[in-house]
Nanobody, 123 residues
Framework: QVQLVESGGGSVQAGGSLRLSCTMS????????MGWFRQAPGKEREFVAV????????KYGDSMKGRFTISRDNAKNTVYLQMNSLHAEDSAVYYC????????????????WGQGTQVTVSS
């Protein structure tokens, strides 16, 4: 059984920083690319970032560029999302996800999803 578990969410003041983690278990997943998505109440799920487990390429959503950084530690089967200069608009449930395809921004390409971690930014 494949599981993705996010951690590191919480409350932070506007302008602050937060680091999210997502750890995979249950399978060998050296070929999986890992992505981050977010969803605010009443809104569609939004692409945040993606990184390949087998390559150096990364991609970011437009509003995240320059503020968010995705990274990985393959020895720990963990992907991270460093979030800086947070705005109230960044408040959402953040999900990690895994895809067997090359790095992609499309939600439909991801097979496995975590349950999400809440990020709340106060202004």
């Amino acid at each position: 059984q494949v599981q993705l578990v996010e951690s590191g969410g919480g409350s932070v003041q506007a302008g602050g920083s937060l680091r999210l983690s997502c750890t995979m278990s249950g399978r060998t997943f050296s070929t999986y690319s890992m992505g981050w998505f977010r969803q605010a109440p009443g809104k569609e799920r939004e692409f945040v970032a993606v990184i390949s487990w087998t390559g150096p390429n990364t991609k970011y959503g437009d509003s995240m560029k320059g503020r968010f950084t995705i990274s990985r530690d393959n020895a720990k089967n963990t992907v991270y999302l460093q979030m800086n200069s947070l705005h109230a608009e960044d408040s959402a449930v953040y999900y990690c996800a895994a895809t067997g395809r090359a790095s992609t921004m499309l939600t439909d390409d991801y097979r496995y999803w975590g349950q999400g971690t809440q990020v709340t930014v106060s202004s």
